[in-house]
């Protein structure tokens, strides 16, 4: 496997009125060429911190990025220069947030947007460059394609004039004009009806097949990331604690928070999974030391208080990676 995206050791802190959130605490995750990667965990352990920088649009302040690489191809996107990262989203990454207002520019309507990105996409890939007509023809065939009802009339809007559902499937849109080589989708189809929302991540992974993209996929539902990617990340508190092969994951979990997620299924929204598991995620003002999960852990030993679990190699694959001393030989 060749690596496209390589996340080394992450720190990402907020500033706050009351201290500093140590929110990611050394995040390592790998994404392959032409990969279907899922990372799955409670809402607040940090996915959308870690998509946001990679593509440098964490706010900082408050955010800071306090340690790590980001390695795009081998090279760091923390050291990158603003126009070297204006042209990786351009060309190369794209994203599809939960929060589809922030995505999407508050004074361009609808049609422009999409405009913007079929007619740069068209032109990047080295084919000739499609007429206005054209574009707005592809424009209204993709937001057809997302379900969007009236979509020729959808172009003329702003995107505050639509529904949370009809901004998803504009950002759902614009994913699938862009022509990009790596795909972020953070809970791309939250806002959509359940009918959907099979529809369009069947859609956005046909996609990627198809162009050989890679793609993250986040998901609250445990069914879709073990139908549609190939490894899968599990994270607790902003940190990994297990990677495997989809079938490897499924089959052995190996994490205690792991095999409490699998459990807990039905209750990974809002809540969290404190119905599956006692106790929350920490507090990130003041997190717990050693492995962040030990104060809800059944299996706390003396060293988990005191020391970070590496990624230790378990199962039976040497891909099945799961950071807990329970898995120390
Ligand atoms: N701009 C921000 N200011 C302060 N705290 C933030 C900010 N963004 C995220 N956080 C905190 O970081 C933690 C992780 O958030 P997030 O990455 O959105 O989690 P997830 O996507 O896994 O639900 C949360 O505790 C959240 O409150
Ligand atoms: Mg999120």
Redesign the pocket.
Known sequence: MTPLLEIKNLQVR?K?YEGE?K?LNGVDMVIGEGEKVGLV?E????????VKSVLRVL?TP??RISGGEILYRGKDILKMKPAQIRSLRKGEMSAIFQDPLAALNPVFTVGHQLYDVIKYSSASRGRKRLSKKEIRARSIAVLKETGMPDSERILSNYPIQLSGGMRQRVCISEALSASARLLMA?EPTTNLDVTIQAQILRQLSELVAKKKSSILLISHSLGVVRNLTERVYI?YAGNMVEVARTKDLFADPLHPYTKALLKSVPKLTGEGISRGIRGRIPN?LNPPAGCRFHPRCDHMMPICEKERPAFFTGGDSDNHKVACFLCRR
């Open positions: 907020f706050i959130l929110v965990g809402t607040g352990c940090g996915k959308t911190t870690t706010p408050p955010a953070d994270m990130y």
